[in-house]
């Protein structure tokens, strides 16, 4: 696996869509860089990291 990836690869790596990513990198959870063409890349090993703290699903009432 490449050590930074784009966005929408990450969000298959992780089954997540792109928006969740997005929120991450807002959120500040993301090591982000732009490539030569401008385009958003995420630390592969960081996506893993975060998705692994993360509980999936609505939370309960």
């Known amino acids: 696996m490449r050590e930074w990836i784009t966005v929408k690869e990450a969000a298959l790596l992780v089954g997540r869509d792109k928006r969740q990513i997005y929120r991450w990198i807002e959120r500040d959870r993301l090591a982000t860089r732009r490539n030569t063409d401008g385009i958003l890349e995420v630390l592969s090993k960081a996506i893993i990291?975060?998705?692994?703290?993360?509980?999936?699903?609505?939370?309960?009432d």
Do not use: M, S
């Not at 990291?49 to 309960?60: D, L, N, S």
């Open 49 to 60: 990291r975060v998705e692994k703290t993360v509980i999936r699903g609505r939370p309960r």
